[in-house]
């Protein structure tokens, strides 16, 4: 405890230290009839900073002691060609996001107490001309669990490092990026190459729940659609919590392993010492491919990806002794997805066809593959007031020919979220949940948030599961919590 304490204070010492370095803004004004001029405005500039003024058609550069007015002619472009976009270098260093939760348990049958959370993201960016930009981007997170069992951890780790090249209908990235296909909110079914960050389980939004992974990436611009190709040439799994940690997918003091029914004579086998072995492929590679299009008002996109999944599947053998032991299966996916306006509403529709999903044998023990698909569908709409957005969505999984499986071979759920604005917009009420429609599942996140201090937030939330043996609010149903934070976007 005493580290992560050290940690939270170094986190705000850097963050009053540092934080300034993002207050330089560059803001790009321009003309559609010259497209090639730009004005770099500093908004930190005091009465002692040459400042550029655009006023009616009028250029003011100089001082508070000394303006120099230019009437809009000919002369204003001659005397501005220094900020060409074409020409000019940008770069930009500083903090991208500071965020410091602390959260207490509502159940004490575990015997955990409180988790506590920090995070700082730093990027740097560097633009030398029209074509060419690069960005280096590290993060630091500190995980604390209080209670029985505890554990303290402060990770390190690369962000999206990456150098661009772009062309005049193609994009080439290389470096570590993050990428989220699909175009279903949290759970998109076409979503499956991307690095799932599990530390946390689902407590955060879908963006702060992946991981920057290698990749070389080429778009392709058409009018109105785009070829998105990527290749992953080594494999990143997923960023799993400690195996002490309540978010962890096994749990050896219950018994219990995230997603599966084990028979009683199996679990009891299970001990709180019972080996975990975790060790993914670091080698293997994965391709992607995604054309995404609209057509009349229908936006559509059509997806295959070959590679690992990150997420770890844990078989379980007895024998010659108890042992969890991770798996990766290559999985192969098929699919696409499609979305369209209609009254006010925007529908949107996601389905893939996945190859090799592993899967427990009733009888056996062993790990079987079969074959499934993922689907999703879903609404979004602005009711009675355009600043408040509903979003609501059903989704399944199936797994086919898994009769003879542990595993659930059928989920359904419904699913949404609402972010409503309130006085004057200075607060923001958010609501996320998730119903099993085919088992007891249900997880209930509401939280309220003082917005008008920007780029800060003061949050309070809550996260409540329940549910049926073998659900996600099942395994976490004595996990559930109120939070209280501050974060920053800079």
């Known amino acids: 405890m005493k580290n992560y304490r050290l940690f939270t204070a170094s986190l705000v010492v850097g963050y009053l230290f540092c934080g300034p370095l993002m207050a330089e803004e560059v803001i790009v004004i321009e003309d559609e009839s010259e497209a090639e001029e730009m004005i770099i405005i500093d908004d930190e500039a005091t009465v002692d900073d040459e400042v550029i003024v655009v006023d009616d058609g009028e250029l003011s550069i100089g001082s508070d002691e000394e303006i120099i007015t230019l009437e809009s002619d000919e002369s204003i472009q001659d005397d501005m060609t220094m900020f060409s976009s074409s020409e000019r270098e940008t770069f930009s260093l500083g903090i991208e996001k500071a965020w410091l939760e602390y959260s207490a348990l509502v159940e004490d049958s575990q015997g955990v107490d409180s988790l506590s959370y920090g995070h700082v993201a730093v990027k740097a960016e560097w633009k030398p001309g029209n074509q060419w930009e690069g960005q280096l981007q590290a993060r630091i997170d500190g995980y604390s669990q209080d209670g029985n069992p505890s554990w303290n951890d402060i990770d390190l780790d690369y962000g999206d490092n ?10 080439l990235t290389v470096g570590t990026q993050t990428i989220i296909w699909g175009r279903i909110d949290e759970i998109p079914p076409s979503d499956r190459l991307s690095t799932i960050d599990g530390n946390r389980l689902n407590m955060d939004d879908l963006q702060d729940r992946r991981r ?6 080429a778009e392709f611009f058409g009018e109105g659609s785009k070829l998105d190709l990527i290749y992953m040439p080594t494999f990143r799994e997923a960023e799993l919590a400690d195996v002490d940690s309540i978010w962890h997918p096994i749990d050896r003091v219950r018994q219990q392993v995230l997603g599966i029914e084990l028979p009683a004579a199996v679990a009891a086998t299970i001990t709180p010492n019972t080996p975990i072995i975790n060790s993914a492929p670091d080698s293997d590679d994965g391709v992607g491919l ?3 299009s609209n057509y009349e008002g229908l936006e559509y996109a059509l997806t295959a990806q070959h590679g690992r999944q990150t997420l770890p599947y844990f078989s379980y053998s007895v024998v010659p002794t108890p042992t969890f032991t991770a798996q990766y299966p290559r999985t192969t996916a098929v699919g696409g997805d499609l979305a369209f306006e209609n009254e006010g509403i925007t529908w949107r529709f996601e389905a893939v066809y996945l190859s090799d999903l592993p899967g427990t044998h009733s009888i056996t023990g062993y790990t079987d593959d079969v074959e499934g698909a993922n689907w999703a569908a879903g609404m979004e709409f602005y009711p009675g007031d355009e600043n408040i957005r509903v979003n609501l969505q059903i989704a399944g999984n199936h797994l086919f020919d898994a009769d003879n499986l542990l595993d659930r071979d059928e989920i359904y ?9 309130f006085a004057e917009e200075a607060w923001r009420a958010n609501i996320r949940f998730s119903v099993g429609l085919d088992k007891e599942d249900i997880y209930f996140n509401p939280e309220i948030a003082f917005v008008d201090w920007e780029p800060h937030e003061i949050y309070l939330e809550a996260h409540y599961y329940d549910g049926d043996e073998g659900t996600l609010g099942g395994f976490h149903e004595d996990h559930s919590l109120i939070s209280a934070g501050w974060r920053a976007s800079f």
Do not use: C
């Not at 990456?162 to 994009?171: L, S, T, V």
């Not at 920057?212 to 990436?217: A, F, H, K, N, Y």
């Not at 419904?414 to 409503?420: C, K, T």
């Open 162 to 171: 990456w150098i661009r090249y772009r062309g005049d209908n193609a994009r």
């Open 290 to 292: 995604r054309f995404s």
């Open 413 to 421: 759920n419904f699913n949404g979220s609402a972010e409503i604005p």
């Open 212 to 217: 920057s992974r290698p990749t070389l990436r």
